[in-house]
């Protein structure tokens, strides 16, 4: 259907004549509903018996919960005078899923199983590990009769990506919390996001850029993290999503979902947890990376302070944390301060790890840079002099994103990167 065509028809079912001031309102709304006749119809009724402005109307349909009321409603009431009587898109979605659950029940698990992913750019790969209880050939079959039913439309001819009308995602999950114990609507939320969990890449492998294949449907379930009760899992799983972007250096995108991961983890685990100070270090690398200093040494000292007190001054988490702190302060200008902490972290790993070990050289070649900073050329040549000299038959550290090394609750991670942070 095209713009016109949805416009049009609104102003039928609305009884109404959509004048210049409304039409920009009008597109929207058809657009929202996604041009569907039988959609647009109902929610013209609506408008025409509410007498509702188009606006307004678009307002209301943002929430998913007052978009159902309205398209729950009857399209006249002295025609329904029973309550509850669900209206046309309901009452036709809802015998399409009735005849499909009949025909194949692999195929009514699978969509509503999708009903909690996002609906767009749906791998084949997601698909199959829906039914993965099932043979390959019951999954194809159900795939077929999900096109045929027109709940799918394949977006390529090879099968292996497909799209699923939004509002037949919203029509399932409503239908779902009508349930009286509303365990369906548990269960399939759950299959969701235990599928995508075990579908996401290792970020950190060889298989790291097909994240991006999967990548808003983790950001889509991690929507359902309370109604699961998987909250924990969800962190993980956005945890990972903020690996991928920051090795993509998406950082507003990585800011975003560990904000999230860390509401989630402070709130269940605690403010001292190792996973909770993770998401708040690599919160302080992001911030870092989009140049909001003062924002990334107000969260790094927070944790720095933490892990002192949880871990000990030498343990190898608060050398680092501290040593980042020490970098974030020279880009601050903050020299003397970075000299007086870089020093320490270097004499304590001299102490506990001997001078050839890779994070002593390290700290040895940060404490370089911040006396290059300060105009101290003689120390910085020395230093460096010293690192090559050291470098010299010791293991190779890593190049890396600082903030991933220790990324994964102490785990040393160190993914391959073009150039240090700092």
């Known amino acids: 259907m095209t713009l016109n065509e949805a416009v049009r028809l609104l102003e039928l079912t609305s009884q109404r004549s959509i004048h210049s001031a409304e039409h920009s309102a009008a597109t929207v709304l058809v657009d929202n509903l996604q041009r569907l006749p039988l959609a647009i119809s109902q929610v013209g009724a609506y408008i025409q018996r509410r007498q509702r402005s188009i606006s307004r109307v678009v307002f209301k349909l943002s929430n998913e919960s007052s978009r159902w009321r309205i398209l729950k409603e009857p399209e006249a009431r002295r025609q329904f005078p029973r309550p509850g009587v669900l209206s046309g898109v309901l009452q036709t979605w809802n015998v399409s899923m009735r005849r499909l659950r009949s025909e194949s029940e692999v195929a009514y698990r699978i969509l509503h199983i999708l009903a909690f992913t996002d609906g767009q750019r749906i791998r084949f790969g997601i698909i199959a590990a829906a039914g993965i209880d099932f043979s390959q050939d019951d999954v194809a079959d159900a795939l077929q009769r999900l096109v045929d039913f027109s709940f799918l439309r394949p977006l390529d001819t090879d099968g292996n990506c497909y799209e699923m009308h939004i509002l037949v995602q919203e029509a399932i999950r409503y239908g779902l919390r009508q349930g009286h114990d509303r365990q369906d609507e548990l269960y399939f939320s759950n299959m969701a996001l235990q599928t995508i969990i075990n579908l996401f890449p ?143 972290v270097f004499k304590t790993r001299q102490n506990v790890l001997g001078d050839r070990h890779p994070d002593t050289i390290w700290a040895l070649s940060q404490l370089g840079n911040t006396y290059h900073q300060m105009a101290q050329y003689g120390e910085a040549e020395e230093i460096e002099l010293r690192v090559l000299k050291l470098e010299a038959g010791s293991p190779r550290r890593e190049t890396s994103i600082d903030y991933l090394d220790h990324g994964q609750a102490g785990d040393d991670i160190r993914p391959a990167e073009s150039a240090r942070q700092g």
Request: glycine share 6%.
């Open 202 to 344: 290792d970020p950190f492998g060889d298989s790291w850029f097909e994240c991006e294949n999967y990548l808003t449907h983790a950001m889509c379930v991690s929507e359902w993290a309370e109604l699961c009760q998987k909250e924990v899992e969800v962190s993980d799983l956005l945890q990972d999503v903020s690996s991928y972007l920051i090795c993509s250096c998406r950082w507003k995108e990585a800011e975003l979902v560990l904000t999230r991961a860390y509401t989630l983890r402070s709130r269940l685990l605690g403010g001292m947890h190792a996973k909770t100070l993770d998401s708040m270090e690599r919160l302080a690398g992001v911030y870092y990376e989009q140049g909001i200093y003062g924002k990334a040494e107000e969260v790094e000292a927070k944790v720095f302070d933490l892990r002192q007190r949880i871990l000990g001054e030498t343990h190898p988490d608060t050398l680092w944390t501290r040593g980042r702190l020490a970098t974030i302060y020279d880009v601050l200008g903050q020299h003397d301060k970075a000299r007086e902490i870089g020093l320490a």
